[in-house]
């Protein structure tokens, strides 16, 4: 059999597809990546097309990859969500196909799947259940031919319950860590604060200490701060902090709100990075919708740094979002 896999979106390696290509390579198939959503004038009739795109932004990419490969299986949350690729590949066979992404040094992987929270904007419950161990380091790690370089999947990393392990086998293992989907630090204790700064996680280009975390709710504020100030007194700057901030979710939102959230964290050194509810979806928006993606730019381009919010121009701009590709708000 021929096998087209294709990544229509996302910046990082995509672990479903890797597992595909793997397995079906397994199966002694002729597996070929692809990243065009259109077939190129060399490529061969499939007899298999699988597609993902993770994000809903993606909706007409997707529309032109299915109509270039009628039946093609395309999955992720800017596809067909509830399809899981354990349907098609053995939850017992691991291996990961890399050789999409020759340019990747790293190794990707989760310690754990699911979330101890069910936050109703979010998928992460649905398709993944509760907080569960899954790979440990050295399953996830390709070996000695790759850089100690380990990019995280994790939703909940201290909802593992095996999570004192896995600190033990990265910080010993003298690991580089990014935990890409970030840490809740509504939960986080002082035990694992301390855990955080022996990991000392990395961005995304393993270039500068980070760690990714988010405040979505303006009811969480102490408990977002409580969780700051364990990271701070553990020795972990919170210059080192990068915090999603979803916007236009909660129907009480004013721009006052948002404001306050941001103001208190660029108040304490923290990296605000706003999403906006609603994406494609027209329904899903607030009446607020605009003028956040106004707001979103103006903190992303870091231009808050030095101009007020009101006096800033609704020019468009190219934003890099981390672990995502580029594009333009
Ligand atoms: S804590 Fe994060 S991963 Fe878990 S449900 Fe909420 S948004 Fe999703």
Same mark, same amino acid.
């Given at each position: 059999?021929?096998?087209?896999?294709? !990544?229509?979106?996302?910046?990082?390696?995509? +672990?479903? +597809?890797?597992?595909?290509?793997?397995?079906?390579?397994?199966?002694?198939? =002729?597996?070929?990546?692809?990243?065009?959503?259109?077939?190129?004038?060399?490529?061969?009739?499939?007899?298999?097309?699988?597609?993902?795109?993770?994000?809903?932004?993606?909706?007409?990419?997707?529309?032109? %990859?299915?109509?270039?490969?009628?039946?093609?299986?395309?999955?992720?949350?800017?596809?067909?969500?509830?399809?899981?690729?354990?349907?098609?590949?053995?939850?017992?066979?691991?291996?990961?196909? $890399?050789?999409?992404?020759?340019?990747?040094?790293?190794?990707?992987?989760?310690?754990?799947?699911?979330?101890? %929270?069910?936050?109703? %904007?979010?998928?992460?419950?649905?398709?993944?259940?509760?907080?569960?161990? /899954?790979?440990?380091?050295? !399953?996830?790690?390709?070996?000695?031919?790759?850089? @100690?370089?380990? *990019?995280?999947?994790?939703? =909940?990393?201290?909802?593992?319950?095996?999570?004192?392990?896995?600190?033990?086998?990265?910080?010993?293992?003298?690991?580089?860590?990014? #935990?890409? !989907?970030?840490?809740?630090?509504?939960?986080?204790? =002082?035990?694992?604060?301390?855990?955080?700064?022996?990991?000392?996680?990395?961005?995304?280009? %393993?270039?500068?200490?980070?760690?990714?975390?988010?405040? =979505?709710?303006?009811?969480?504020?102490?408990?977002?701060?409580?969780?700051?100030?364990?990271?701070?007194?553990?020795?972990?700057?919170?210059?080192?902090?990068?915090? $999603?901030?979803?916007?236009?979710?909660?129907?009480?939102?004013? #721009?006052?709100?948002?404001? *306050? @959230?941001?103001? @208190?964290?660029?108040?304490?050194?923290?990296?605000?990075?706003?999403?906006?509810?609603?994406?494609?979806? @027209?329904?899903?928006?607030?009446?607020?919708?605009?003028?956040?993606?106004?707001?979103?730019?103006?903190?992303?381009?870091?231009? $808050?740094?030095?101009?007020?919010?009101?006096?800033?121009?609704?020019?468009?701009?190219?934003?890099?979002?981390?672990? !995502? /590709?580029?594009?333009?708000?």
């Amino acid at each position: 059999m021929i096998v087209r896999i294709t !990544q229509i979106d996302g910046k990082l390696p995509n +672990l479903a +597809l890797m597992r595909l290509a793997a397995w079906h390579r397994a199966q002694g198939d =002729d597996v070929r990546w692809e990243r065009g959503v259109s077939p190129g004038l060399m490529e061969p009739a499939y007899d298999l097309v699988y597609g993902s795109a993770i994000f809903a932004t993606s909706a007409k990419a997707v529309e032109v %990859f299915r109509a270039n490969f009628p039946g093609a299986i395309v999955g992720g949350s800017g596809g067909d969500s509830a399809l899981r690729v354990e349907a098609i590949v053995p939850t017992q066979f691991t291996a990961l196909d $890399y050789s999409g992404y020759p340019d990747f040094t790293a190794s990707i992987g989760y310690t754990m799947r699911g979330c101890r %929270f069910k936050c109703g %904007f979010c998928i992460v419950p649905k398709q993944e259940g509760k907080a569960r161990a /899954a790979s440990p380091i050295a !399953q996830i790690w390709r070996g000695d031919d790759y850089p @100690r370089h380990l *990019h995280l999947l994790d939703n =909940d990393f201290f909802g593992n319950p095996e999570w004192r392990d896995r600190v033990d086998d990265i910080v010993d293992g003298g690991f580089k860590v990014c #935990i890409n !989907q970030g840490i809740n630090v509504r939960l986080l204790d =002082d035990e694992q604060a301390t855990a955080i700064v022996k990991m000392a996680p990395w961005d995304d280009g %393993f270039s500068r200490r980070r760690l990714y975390t988010a405040w =979505d709710n303006i009811g969480d504020e102490r408990v977002f701060f409580d969780g700051i100030d364990r990271l701070e007194h553990a020795g972990w700057k919170s210059t080192w902090v990068f915090a $999603y901030m979803l916007v236009g979710y909660d129907p009480r939102e004013t #721009i006052e709100r948002v404001m *306050h @959230r941001l103001n @208190r964290m660029v108040e304490r050194g923290i990296r605000p990075y706003p999403m906006v509810f609603g994406g494609d979806d @027209r329904r899903k928006r607030s009446p607020l919708y605009p003028t956040l993606k106004r707001l979103q730019r103006w903190v992303i381009t870091r231009d $808050y740094m030095h101009k007020p919010f009101e006096e800033y121009s609704t020019k468009r701009a190219r934003v890099e979002v981390p672990g !995502q /590709a580029s594009l333009f708000v």
